[in-house]
T-cell receptor, first 114, second 112 residues
Framework: DAGVIQSPRHEVTEMGQEVTLRCKPI?????LFWYRQTMMRGLELLIY????????DSGMPEDRFSAKMPNASFSTLKIQPSEPRDSAVYFC????????????FGPGTRLTVT | GNSVTQMEGPVTLSEEAFLTINCTYT??????LFWYVQYPGEGLQLLLK?????DKGSNKGFEATYRKETTSFHLEKGSVQVSDSAVYFC???????????FGKGTKLTVNP
């Protein structure tokens, strides 16, 4: 079975540009999580969805960040406008309702904002 | 609130050495505990887990025992290999929240 799929794997953009990161969760998984990983701050949960509904977005750093999950098989994380401090690796993870908290991570998108 | 504290790295060992990475947690009740591993350039993968006190999780030669009396879940391996070089994260999950609380990660480098 395919794991969590993220695209693009690498993104380089200039400050002020819009960036959209994409995630396809594992089929049948009900929850989806977006994380950001940096050397300084470690792994941070940005937002998570259950059955396509945002449940907790308290980790979203500011209004420049937004996330959507229009259906069970697709989610986006958008940054507009992007800033150099947004440079990080962004991970998507999914989880079935039956799992005991266990999450399955994608390979990540490495974002560089110049 | 819930929190996880793990030993700061980096940890550097020679091949076949014994590994311990300490992890302690703060939580009410009985959380589930996890160790995740992140190999270079990859996402996190579940390494092992324990869901109740005194449970021992094990995988790939790694072990961790859920100790409620010391609120700990230390990761151990008797003989590390170069291929074990990675970042290891301790995490807990509890209650009605689906979120996992992660430690800051410990980078392990194993030299031949």
């Amino acid at each position: 079975d395919a794991g969590v799929i993220q695209s693009p794997r690498h993104e380089v953009t200039e400050m002020g540009q819009e960036v959209t990161l994409r995630c396809k969760p594992i089929s049948g998984h009900n929850s989806l999580f977006w994380y950001r990983q940096t050397m300084m701050r470690g792994l941070e949960l940005l937002i998570y969805f259950n059955n396509n509904v945002p449940i907790d977005d308290s980790g979203m750093p500011e209004d420049r960040f937004s996330a959507k999950m229009p259906n069970a098989s697709f989610s986006t994380l958008k940054i507009q406008p992007s800033e150099p401090r947004d440079s990080a690796v962004y991970f998507c993870a999914s989880r079935p309702n039956s799992a005991n908290y266990e999450q399955y991570f994608g390979p990540g998108t490495r974002l560089t904002v110049t | 609130g819930n929190s996880v504290t793990q030993m700061e790295g980096p940890v550097t060992l020679s091949e076949e050495a014994f590994l311990t990475i300490n992890c302690t947690y703060t939580a009410t009740g009985y959380p589930s505990l996890f160790w995740y591993v992140q190999y270079p350039g990859e996402g996190l993968q579940l390494l092992l887990k324990a869901t109740k006190a005194d449970d021992k999780g094990s995988n790939k030669g790694f072990e961790a025992t859920y100790r409620k009396e010391t609120t700990s879940f230390h990761l151990e391996k008797g003989s590390v290999q170069v291929s074990d070089s990675a970042v290891y994260f301790c995490a807990l999950g509890q209650g009605g929240s689906e979120k996992l609380v992660f430690g800051k990660g410990t980078k392990l480098t194993v030299n031949p």
